[in-house]
């Protein structure tokens, strides 16, 4: 059988296949911390599930428009606003099977074959993946350690623009680092995204997984309206990873030709689940809240002992559930140079998994520092300390 070209190019989420191999440790009859994956092992909201189990009942349970229902479009505009400083309304707004399918979207209403794209790298493995298959070139930008937390280079990211860069993907809050931006280096993004003519994907997806400080949006910057698509998803802060709902906000010529690709691709998203996003906007936040002070409790005690491991230097980002630490005296110090071999031994030797620097892109020529993540969204605490005791032991063998 010859499958076709274009799947040379497609690349995959490499974090599922240390799932399925600490799934296989777990058969054979091992213990397994599971820090690899970016799921959530906690209870989406029961106001929200009831409210979804009602549209049910009450019939919402055939096709509903392509663009999604008007009353959650017109809710998520109000709801952007507020947070946003934007002037969105509901024909700004295309309903998605998850956050997701914003990606492969906005790359398909706005990138010719031979344009360039800037991804992040370290960065969601599917940015690069979406660029190549639709026949771009993806340009990876980086980030470095900084004095508190992981940082961009604006300089370095403007220097890779050409004359054929059409866009920009932006996860601030970001996975894996937990990298944000602050307003003045926003403000400098916005402004350089005018000057080249970019349209930035404003990958949100930890936006409302924020344990201190304030989320701010490059749509919210001047002009940026016309040149953001931002990427909703309810999955992570309603814990609706499995639901797979979210959107598509942006100016209504994108809109528009995403939501003709939602006729293509899926017709319209799941249309009950919708109801129960209305629920998760209007109604008790309660169950929000405790998966902020949930996950927060969780980083707080895993960040404090990874810092106690020799040879392990980790920041402790305001937002995200990932940590992002540095273990470059670690593999040292376990005469141990390939991410592979690291990874499989610490999981063999503790059952600690994890998901290492090369499951979010090909490393950048000339790194020298080695890096692995950690997730804290599908672990409880006393596992986190359990499995931490055990790489601290391991570490110091
Ligand atoms: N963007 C980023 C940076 C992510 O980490 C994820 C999921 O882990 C997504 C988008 C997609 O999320 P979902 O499709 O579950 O809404």
């Given amino acids: 059988m010859q499958l076709a070209e274009r799947l040379k190019r497609l690349g995959t989420e490499t974090a599922f296949a240390v799932s399925a191999e600490a799934a296989k440790h777990v058969a054979a009859g091992h213990k397994v911390y599971p820090f690899h994956l970016g799921d959530m092992n906690i209870r989406t909201p029961r106001n929200i599930i009831e409210a979804t189990y009602k549209a049910m009942l009450d019939g919402k349970t055939g096709y509903c428009p392509n663009y999604g229902i008007p009353a959650l479009r017109e809710l998520l505009a109000e709801d952007i606003n507020k947070t946003h400083n934007t002037r969105y309304t509901m024909s ?4 998605q099977p998850g956050g997701k399918p914003s ?3 906005f790359v398909q209403v706005l990138m010719n074959p031979g344009d360039e794209a800037l991804y992040p790298n370290p960065g969601y493995p599917i940015y690069e993946s979406q660029i190549q298959y639709h026949g771009g070139v993806a ?3 980086t980030y470095h350690e900084g004095a508190e937390n992981f940082e961009m280079d604006l300089k370095a990211i403007e220097a890779k623009i050409t004359p054929r860069t059409k866009l920009l993907v932006l996860n601030d809050l970001q996975n894996p680092t937990g990298a ?3 307003p003045a280096q926003l403000a400098a993004i916005a402004e350089m995204a005018k000057r080249h003519n970019l349209f930035v994907l404003c990958d949100e997806a930890y936006f409302d997984i924020r344990y201190a400080g304030t989320s701010v949006s490059l749509a919210s910057f001047k002009g940026m309206q016309e040149r953001c698509v931002i990427l909703y998803t309810f999955s992570k802060k309603y814990a609706m ?12 010529d994108i809109i528009d030709a995403v939501a003709k690709l939602n006729v293509n691709d899926e017709s319209c998203s799941n249309h009950f689940i919708q109801y129960g996003a209305i629920e998760a906007l209007t109604g008790d936040q309660s169950g929000h809240a405790d998966i902020l002070r949930i996950l927060k409790e969780r980083r707080d005690i895993a960040a404090a002992i990874l810092n106690t491991i020799p040879g392990v230097r980790c920041y402790r980002p305001n937002a995200t559930f990932y940590l992002f630490p540095n273990v470059t005296g670690l593999m040292k110090a376990k005469k141990i140079s390939d991410y592979e071999t690291f990874r499989k031994a610490a999981l063999h030797d503790t059952g600690v998994s994890f998901c290492t620097r090369r499951h979010f892109g090909t490393p950048i020529a000339g790194e020298t520092e080695a890096y692995i993540r950690f997730a804290y969204s599908g672990i409880n605490v006393d596992q986190i300390e359990e499995g931490l005791a055990k790489l601290k032991t391991w570490a110091q063998a």
């Fill in 92 to 95: 700004h707004v295309a309903i």
């Fill in 180 to 182: 944000e931006a602050d």
């Fill in 139 to 141: 340009v990876p930008y």
């Fill in 241 to 252: 990873t499995g639901w797979r709902l979210g959107a598509s906000i942006g100016p209504q």
């Fill in 103 to 105: 990606i492969g979207k």
